[in-house]
């Protein structure tokens, strides 16, 4: 005979969330995705305190030095002597900090505009999604190189950069969600209650919009550190004595004929981290899909 609890337990249906915490636990790729990514930010944000070289040090004893264990330089040092482990984790950490500020800021930025323009509708829907247009048409280089050119190569501005122009997928994203969204019961029942659009927007829009937001924040977060790489590669980003995985794949590329590690370990870290957030992204898609249900 089944107990109280357990009739009760077998009765109750399970909510989106806990079943799609379920079903994203049984996607094997996924689970090895998210451990690797946190054993690499785990890394990227201990592993420079636990070495005993500084990112910024210079062993002229070991300039361009192969990867070896006999002098603690396990990757190898580039054409500075500086040992090229540390500088990868503090790239890493310069890398992730970037994808994760940016993608936050765009991705509220989204929120925000894809949420109002869908709920609002009309004259001032087609007035924001033009301007939506007008940012797509703009290249992100030339506002970039402008930026650098005016203010400087500072930390913020990498931020800044790619946040403005990184927000409208999410937004055209979110739009679409609201338009389907504005005309369920709940909303119509709050509008009858006088209830102020900001309110709706943020009450009732905006949390059935979690499962869409969490899934292309996933895919929005390598886009982001892959676009901060290309700017550090090309000058217009992280610059020394900082580094960032795209400034050290810069370095590694003058290089790679005569010291291929200087390319290899910090093109190899940035390849695994987009491929983890790529197969986690997936495998939150399918999870919150109600289909898979």
Same mark, same amino acid.
């Given at each position: ?43 990227? /944000? ?85 301007? /939506? ?53 709940? /909303? ?25 937001? /969490? ?79």
């Amino acid at each position: 005979m089944l107990k109280a609890n357990e009739i009760e337990a077998l009765v109750q249906g399970r909510s989106l969330w806990s079943d799609a915490r379920l079903r994203f636990m049984r996607n094997k790729a996924a689970l090895i995705s998210l451990g690797l990514l946190l054993f690499v930010a785990l890394a990227c /944000v201990i592993g420079p305190w636990l070495l005993p070289h500084a990112f910024d040090s210079a062993d002229w004893d070991a300039m361009s030095a192969a990867p070896s264990w006999k002098n603690a330089h396990f990757w190898g040092t580039d054409d500075a002597g500086r040992d090229l482990l540390v500088r990868c984790l503090v790239g890493g950490r310069v890398s992730l900090t970037v994808g994760l500020l940016a993608t936050l800021a765009s991705v509220s930025l989204g929120i925000v505009w894809g949420a109002t323009a869908g709920f609002i509708g009309g004259k001032v829907d087609a007035l924001m999604m033009r301007i /939506v247009d007008m940012m797509y048409a703009i290249p992100y280089l030339l506002i970039a190189i402008l930026l650098v050119t005016i203010l400087g190569r500072e930390f913020y501005l990498v931020v800044l950069t790619i946040t403005v122009f990184s927000w409208m997928d999410m937004a055209r994203v979110v739009r679409g969600q609201t338009l389907s969204l504005r005309s369920m019961e709940y /909303v119509e029942a709050a509008r009858a209650m006088g209830v102020s659009t900001t309110r709706i927007i943020f009450r009732h829009i905006v949390p059935n919009l979690l499962g869409v937001v /969490v899934i292309y924040t996933t895919v929005t977060v390598p886009g982001v550190i892959l676009t901060e790489s290309v700017l550090s590669f090309l000058g217009l980003g992280i610059q020394e004595p900082m580094t960032s995985w795209g400034v050290l794949i810069q370095d590694g590329a003058k290089a790679m004929e005569v010291t291929p590690w200087i390319l290899l370990f910090p093109a190899g870290l940035l390849s695994v981290t987009l491929y983890c957030f790529n197969f986690i992204g997936d495998g939150l898609r399918d999870a919150l899909d109600p289909k898979e249900r």
